[in-house]
Structure formats: C-alpha cells, structure tokens
C-alpha cells in the first residue's frame, strides 16, 4: 500500500538574471519578511475596513495592470510590466518560500500528496478517472513541479507567430535567476547510458535545448537540493510600483456593457478572512486585467465571468457578458505511463534530470527514491492517501468526510515507507485526443469538471505502444541491470506490477498485460502539462487579448495547444517575460527601456 502514494506523487510530475538594476531592487527586501518582498502582503491588508462590502481607498484606489494569478507566467509578467507602470497581483494561495514542502527536493512527493486547505497544490481527479493537481501558491507550477528545465524547440516558436529574437532574450533572463545544472545521479547517469544502448541518439551533453537524442536538462534545484521558482524573479519587479495580495481569491471579473463591446473595468475578489474587494483599473489607455490562472483557472474564470457557451452559463444563471462556445474547448494533457524498475540496492532520490528526445514524438524520463522515513513533514492526505481504506474501494463521491477524516487522523503519524527503485516513464507529445473542461458550479474555489479523453484517438494509442516497447528495452539494457543488480525480469512481470500499483481510478485488466495497448489504457497517468481552454484564434488573438471585450488578455499554458518542450515551465514562464516585454513596447516603444 505504501507504493501506491509514492506512485501517485511521481506520476503527478509536472501540470526560470540578475541586472544590476533587479540587484538594486533586492535591496528592497525585508530582512524578517516571511513573504521576502516588501511588496507583498495578506489579502486583508488591500482595505483598512472589515466589513464584506467592496472598498478601494487610498494605495488601492487604481491600477495600471490587475494579474489574476501569481503563477509560473504571472511573476515574470508582473515583474516585467513593473518597470513601467502599477501593477497589482492578486494569488490565491500563500508564498512559498516558507513551506518546507515546496522548498526541498526531498518533499516533492509529500506536497504533492497533502490535500489540506494550506496546501500549495489542489487535487482534482478528471473525468477520464486520473489524479491531477493545480498549482494553489504564489510561483504557481513552478512550486510543485518535479524542476525539469528545457526550452522549446525553434518549430514551436514559429508556430506561435513569435519574434524569435526576444524568445531568446527572454529565456536567459529568466535562467540566470533560478536555473541550475543538476548533478546527476548514479541512476540518472544510467539512464542517460541505456538510452544510448537502445538508440536514442545522438548525446547532446548539458543544454536547456529541446533537440532529438539523449541530453541532460536544466532543474531549478540547486545543488543543495532546495527549489527556485517562479517567485523569484519577481525580484527583477520595480517595487515602488508592483503589489502582490497572496490570499486573494478573484471571484469574477467586471465589466462595462453598456457601450458596444464589453469593457473590464476591474475584479472582485476575497481575502483570507472572506470580506470581498473591488480592485479596478486605471482609465489610462492601455490598462488591463490579464488573466494568468492556468490551464485550469483561466478558462474557468472566463465562464464565471460571463464569458463562456451560453447554454453551459444560463443553466447556471451566469449572466452573459459574450458568447463564446470555445471557452474551455481543446483541453488536452500529455498522457504518461511508467514501469516500475526494481533494486536490490537503496536509491538516491532524483527528480527529472536525463531526458531521451524521440523522433517518434515520445521523450522518456526517471524518477528515483522517493520514500517517507519518521522524520518526514506531518501532513494530512485525506482521500488522495494510500492510508486511508476508502481510497480504493469506493468513488469519491461515495467517500463519507467524517470516515476518511477518522481513519486519516489514527494515521497521521505512522507513516513509514521504504522503497528502492525507479519509476521510467514516457511523455506522449503532441496527443491529438481533446477533451473540454466545464463549471460544476460557481464557487471559484471548486474544481471545475475536466475531461481529456487520453487515447481517444488511434494514434495515440498507437504511438504509446511503440514507446513502452522503447521503455521495455531501456529497462532491460545491460547498462541499467549492471546498476540495479537484479536478474533480468520478463516485460510482461513488470508491466503486471505497474498494473497493480492502483495509480488511478479506471478500470484494470490485471490479466492482459501482454497487451501494450490495454496496459497504456489502464496504467495512464497525468505529467501535469495539461494545456488548452482558451486558445488562440478561438479566445484570444495572437497578442493573447480576448476575443470580443476590451482590456483583457489571458497570458499562461491555456493558450497553448500543444505542450512546449519536454516540460513546459521554462517556456511559460518565458512567456511571462516576452509577453510583458512586448506589452511594454506596445505602449512606450523604445522609452519602454526593456
């Protein structure tokens, strides 16, 4: 039982310069201060009244620039944006640079796996019956993620219609701040030679390009094994003119419908003790609110807002702002399978640092020994823990609170598990199955419904195969059971025991695992690079503004349709700096000094 939590947060891997000028505004922080930055604060602390009713006084009276969403493309978004204009940040979560599960390499699973209010990850299972997660802190993905670092490939950039120039300025800048060369692992090492074995070839060495062979990535963990994410490069922010409420849930946006277009005039949201806010935006032009809430929370946020299918928003009595029937349409995730890799020796506990690059649109990766001991972080699992006997036996619609908090409770502090081995997996790049996302209700803080249909279509069903047949040879190359000492195990034992793993809610066949395809259908699991749900030339145009209204952009992964490199997070959060680069230029040109 103890594998099956471990599995669950390895499966659910992810779903980064210093000017001398960002130097100079380090200065700025506060030596004590739990958020870091002086311009960071509690919700709360937007208005000086307690009471429910909107207020707006003072400091917060307008702003040039309202971000939904603090995430891997909010920061450097907001940093950026920054320099020139007021800018306020409202995130729904806490920071994390106290929380010791989002910090440290050797709680990667543990945070993953907590499903407490505080938790800097919310859990939510999709239709298709595979666990997931939602980034819910201030840095977003970035937070939560398993660090992998890689850029785009030059064919990903010329499809989004992007000035390749300021791609690459725009990458550096945010390496410089918070990307690292990992050291590699014995077990990451031998991976990296099992993947020459097989043919995946040529070896590309240390290089944050996404070019086809074996080759070592980026991570954002230092070699201290301490994470830095998206958070950080809000040190590049002018802090006269940049605020940041952690906390702050946006409830809707507002608009102006009485002219020809709607028009956003600002957002209501809530602070950590409930009491609602109107924050609103300047009159100046070129004034937005710009959405950067995810894949997820985007879409989402759009529909409650009014701007959605008009059948889904009336039965829900969402009044219409605009119609829009793509909202939250072309939902797509990068389906992953694993095998479980048995040792006879105990393993170093790694995260994604070795990727072999296909020709075939599959990359394969590692994970290593992940485990608990006594010492680790308390925390508490509800429905998402192996612990809790409800897990597997009945839907989560059927599991009563009170039973899963008793039995959660009686073991929260026996938690104990050893295990020695590696999870290799295969990323699905570029799935043609789409699924959609829809609202379940209007609570903001509630999960939205959200179907990806993995392997609806042949060809990814297909191509699945032929990369655990890939994965089957890796597995099984002299290089990796020299590592692992074990005798050589027939495919078809281990792919029974990733069958068993119990690692998500559909059906198994647990009989029929000398089928490829049956085993991809039943083993499948998410790499939390799911993307879609406001894309472009449906949502939004090129330059991301929304379709229809006036003021309003939507800058994060929703917009893409397909996932960047072999994990999206340098790509997005790259994004966050050229989009604000280019907003900038929009409005001041070369007085822009960007």
Known sequence: MALKLVLLALFLCLPASLSSTASKDKEHK???????????????????????SFSSTGQDSTYDYIVIGGGTAGCPLAATLSRNFSVLVLERGGVPFTNANVSFLRNFHIGLADTSASSASQAFVSTDGVYNARARVLGGGSCINAGFYSRADAAFVKRAGWDAKLVN??????????????????WQKALRDSLLEVGVRPFNGFTYDHVSGTKVGG???????????????????????????????VQKIV???????????????????????????????????????GAIGSPQMLMLSGIGPKRELERLKIPLVLENEHVGKGMADNPMNTILVPSKQP??????????ITKMGVYVEASTGFGQSPESIHTHYGVMSDKNELFSTRPAKHRRPEATQAYTTRNKYQLQEAFNGSFILEKLAYPISRG?????????????????????????????VEAIRLVSKVVTS????????????????????????????????VNDTKSMAQFCKDTVVTIWHYHGGCLVGKVVNPNRKVLGVNRLRVIDGSTFDESPGTNPQATVMMMGRYMGVKILWERLGNKAGV
């Open 436 to 464: 959609h996302l829809s609202l379940l209700n209007t609570n903001v803080d509630d999960n939205p419904s959200v179907t990806f249909n993995y392997f609806k279509h042949p060809v990814d069903l297909q191509r699945c």
């Open 255 to 293: 608009f102006d419908t009485s002219g020809t277009r709607p028009r956003v005039t600002g957002v209501i949201f809530k602070d950590e003790k409930g009491n609602q806010h109107q924050a609103l935006l300047s009159n100046r032009k070129g004034s937005e609110v710009i959405l950067s809430s």
């Open 219 to 249: 991570t954002i963990f230092d070699r201290f094994g301490r994470r830095h994410t998206a958070a950080e490069l809000l040190a590049y922010a002018n802090p006269q003119k940049l605020r940041v409420l952690i906390y702050a849930t």
């Open 169 to 186: 300025e725009s990458y550096p800048w945010v390496e410089r701040e918070i990307v690292h060369q990992p050291k590699l692992t014995l």
């Open 478 to 509: 002299k290089r990796f059971l020299n590592y692992t000492q074990c005798d050589k195990q027939s495919v078809h034992k281990m792919l029974s025991l990733s069958v068993k793993a119990n690692i998500n809610l559909r059906p198994k066949q």
């Open 347 to 356: 393993i170093e506990q790694s995260l994604i640092q070795t990727v072999g």
């Open 30 to 52: 506060l030596k004590y201060n739990p958020y870091r930055y002086t311009f960071i604060d509690k919700a709360s602390t937007f208005s000086a009244s307690s009471s429910s």
